[in-house]
Every structure is written in C-alpha cells, then in structure tokens.
C-alpha cells in the first residue's frame, strides 16, 4: 500500500526566509501527487498537483512553487515566505486510477512569524 | 467551484445519528468523503462513483445523486470516536484534482 512521507512535522520561519517542504511516495509507482494547504479552522485548498515527473498544475497564483524532480518525490518551495503562508501543509498521493482516494502524509505545520 | 457543505456544525449525543450534505455547482463525476481529526490528516472514508450508488462502511454510508450533483454522508448510532471535521471532495469528469468543501465540525459528546 502507498505511505507517504513528509517532513518536518513543524517549522518556524522568518518572513523573508525560503522554504523546502518534501514529499516522498513509497509502496507506489506513477502516482499523481498533491499539494493541499489548510489555514487553521479551515478546508482543504489545492495548491498543486503532478501527474508526472516534472509536470506541475498550480491552482493558486501566489508566491509558492512546486517541482517533481522523481517519479516519488514532490517539493513545495518559497523564495520569501509572507505571513499569509502560514498554516498546514498536507502531501497526498493517488494511485489506483484518477478515480482512487487520496492518501495523505502527516503533514507539516509551518508558522511564519 | 467549491463545494457546499451542511450543516457547519453538528453537536450529537452518543448514539443519535446525523446527516452531512455535500452540493456543487457543476457537473460530478464522484465525491469523496474524509474525517480529520484535530491536529491530524485527514483520513479517507468512502469514494461514490457516477451511477447514484450508496456505500457504507461500518455504521457510516453515504449516497451520490449525479443528477442533483448532491451527496450526503449519513452517521447512526454516532460513537464518541465520529467526533471530527468531515469533508466531502468532489471531483469533475476530468478526474486529476479533487476540491474540498468547508467541512463540518462534528462533536459526539456522552
């Protein structure tokens, strides 16, 4: 069955500061891979997704970027974070056809202060 | 285009049940339900495919009207353990990306 890693668990940042948040896949091959971020009380916000190695989708322009640089590995980057990038960054997986549930990682809870 | 969900926020007695509502604007191929307890990712449910199934999973079920483009998650007999955020994700015929509702905030207190 697929797991998906992602670390740190928690980050404080600087405004201003970069950010490198990865995800890595295990158990799988190929699967399309999500970016979600939830302010604190708040839904589920695609950020972006990949259906392949190199192949990224942004759903919400902003100061934030994603890379697939291997077929199981999916990074989240920041030059300068803002404050309003604040919250909890979840990592999701989906194998199983485009129709198969979302897997995801335990997340990352990132302050900027 | 977001889905809709309700109610915001249910408080439950241990053992009654409870009805969430998911709806959206546009056309669905399937919707997707999770619980997300506090603090924690959230964790799949149940998938309801096009074709107006209805699933269940333990005391949990859910139906799909593609029609209505309308889902509802249903929860009897509701046990302390429901307590969570639940949040149905809907997805369009092309498939690659699943958009969540709101969520609502469900508390089973004894």
């Known amino acids: 069955s697929q797991t998906i890693h992602q670390w740190p668990a928690t980050l404080v940042q600087p405004v201003g500061s970069p950010l490198s948040l990865e995800c890595t896949v295990e158990g799988t091959s190929n699967p399309n891979l999500y970016w979600y971020r939830q302010a604190a009380g708040r839904g589920l916000q695609l950020l972006f997704y990949s259906v392949g190695i190199g192949q990224i989708s942004s759903e919400v322009p902003q100061n934030l970027s994603a890379s697939r640089p291997q077929d199981r590995q999916f990074i989240l980057s920041s030059k300068k974070l803002l404050l309003s990038d604040s919250g909890f960054y979840l990592c999701?997986?989906?194998?199983?056809?485009?129709?198969?549930?979302?897997?995801f990682g335990n997340g990352t809870r990132l302050t900027v202060t | 285009q977001q889905p809709v969900q309700s109610p915001q926020a249910v408080i439950l007695r241990e053992g009654e049940d409870a009805v969430i509502n998911c709806s959206s604007s546009k056309a669905l191929y399937s919707v997707h339900w999770y619980r997300q307890k506090h603090g924690e990712a959230p964790v799949f449910l149940m998938i309801?495919?096009?074709?107006?199934e209805q699933k269940g999973h333990e005391k949990i079920s859910a139906s799909f009207n593609e029609k209505k483009q309308q889902s509802s998650l249903y929860l009897t007999a509701s046990q302390l353990s429901y307590s969570g955020t639940y949040f149905c994700?809907?997805?369009?015929?092309?498939?690659?990306?699943?958009?969540f509702g709101a969520g609502t905030r469900l508390f089973v207190k004894a």
């Open positions: 309801l495919l096009k074709g107006g």
């Open positions: 999701a997986g989906k194998t199983g056809g485009i129709r198969g549930p979302l897997h």
């Open positions: 994700g809907t997805e369009d015929t092309g498939g690659f990306k699943t958009i």
